[in-house]
């Protein structure tokens, strides 16, 4: 009995912690302007495993291309240090608290993997450095765009960042020995921003059709939430189909070749998004070459969709770790902050070295070249476009 009082009182907690958070979603908070920022300052931060081999090769390319803004102070790049697993596991915190401070002073980030641990490996059990980085910035929306031409695949990825299964992820309860209760979380002001955003993309970018991914046919409540605001927020945008699918079908249409190439802009729950987002990577050519976007009203986190590898790096290969997604990260960035040229640049030469010309490759061991020599490659291609 005591034990469900407890559990009842961290329940209560928790309720108490995400309607504060509703509360400050209401307040709107205005949305950056990077032309009002003098300099805009972009944090590099290297992560775990392969992070800081991959992390480097794209500064080193954002160095280049943004050479002329740094040098006349528009632009700052600045190396932030300590988001280690180690550090992490020292302090059992997330993110340390300094580095948070840190983090906060810049506008935007570049974050390499950060290990993610789990019960019973070696590390304590804290939460996700990227799962806390993107509740505490804010940083509601995920982009992850996923093109494949050749098979008529042009997709973009909004996933919500902030709520669902993985923002109280670490917060579960261990009732006795025996119950284990996890919760999920879905607010109106949640769904619809993340809504709104996949809409408003579509609708600068002439998209015709938002799919909904949800399992609110058995997920009720929460799902059942984002299912029926999309479909509100869907009446304001004429000319947009909404169109909703459940997440065990969408996983099967994704490799339904005549289905797959309707699909445009999915907006789906933070879970539901992390696993789609992995699939569909993989049609592109894994999730080594995906990038990804967290974006938020004040501040946004640039990142590769995937892990730190570990294995790589005690196998000795990191010097080999395929640096695309972070590449593919930094063009992202570059386009987020106003620098569209040098953005077209860089996802022109990612697709010319790994696609159509590929002088050399990345093969993830000795048998293909570096990172470092893979981000020269960039740089050489870049210079020559
Ligand atoms: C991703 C990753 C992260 C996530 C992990 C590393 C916590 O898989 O960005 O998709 O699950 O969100
Ligand atoms: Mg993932």
């Not at 990142?303 to 790589?312: K, L, N, V």
């Amino acid at each position: 009995m005591q034990k469900i009082e407890e559990a009842k009182s961290k329940f209560g907690t928790l309720l108490e912690q995400q309607l504060a958070r509703i509360e400050k979603m209401k307040q709107n908070a205005t949305p950056i302007n990077y032309a009002d920022c003098k300099p805009i300052i972009i944090g590099i931060t290297g992560g775990d495993g392969i992070g800081p081999a991959i992390t480097k090769a794209s500064k080193d390319v954002l160095e280049y291309l943004l050479a002329d803004a740094i040098a006349v102070g528009k632009i700052e790049l600045r190396n932030i240090e300590g988001l280690t697993i180690e550090r992490r596991a020292a302090e059992k915190v997330a993110i340390p608290p300094a580095v948070l401070d840190e983090l906060k002073k810049c506008h935007v980030i570049l974050k390499g993997p950060t290990t993610t641990p789990q019960a019973g490996d070696e590390w304590p059990n804290i939460e996700s450095a990227n799962v806390a980085m993107r509740k505490e910035l804010d940083l509601f929306a995920n982009v992850r765009p996923v093109r494949v031409p050749e098979k008529g695949l042009d997709w973009t990825f909004f996933r919500e960042n902030t709520e669902g299964a993985y923002a109280l992820g670490s917060q579960g309860i261990h009732v006795n020995d025996d119950l284990a209760i996890d919760f999920t979380v879905a607010t109106t002001q949640g769904c619809e921003r993340i809504i709104r955003a996949a809409f408003e993309y579509a609708k600068a970018n002439g998209k015709k059709r938002v799919t909904a991914v949800t399992k609110s046919n058995v997920v009720k409540t929460t799902d059942g939430k984002f299912s029926m605001i999309a479909k509100e927020i869907s009446k304001n945008y004429t000319g947009i189909i909404l169109d909703e699918w459940y997440i065990d079908i969408m996983t099967a249409k994704l490799i339904d070749e005549k289905r797959r190439t309707q699909f445009e802009v999915m907006v789906l729950p933070n879970l539901y998004g992390d696993i789609l987002t992995d699939e569909a990577a993989e049609f592109q050519g894994g999730v080594g070459t995906a990038g990804s976007a967290n974006i938020g009203a004040r501040y946004a986190m640039f990142e590769a969709i995937h892990g730190s590898a570990p294995r790589m790096v005690k196998e000795g290969r990191d010097i080999y770790a395929d640096p695309a997604s972070m590449l593919r990260a930094s063009a992202m960035l570059l386009s987020h902050i106003g620098y569209v040229k040098e953005s077209e640049k860089l996802t022109n030469a990612l697709d010319i070295c790994t696609v159509s010309e590929k002088k050399i490759v990345i093969t993830g061991r000795d048998t293909g070249c570096t990172c470092t020599e893979f981000a020269a490659y960039i740089m050489t291609t870049c210079k020559n476009i």
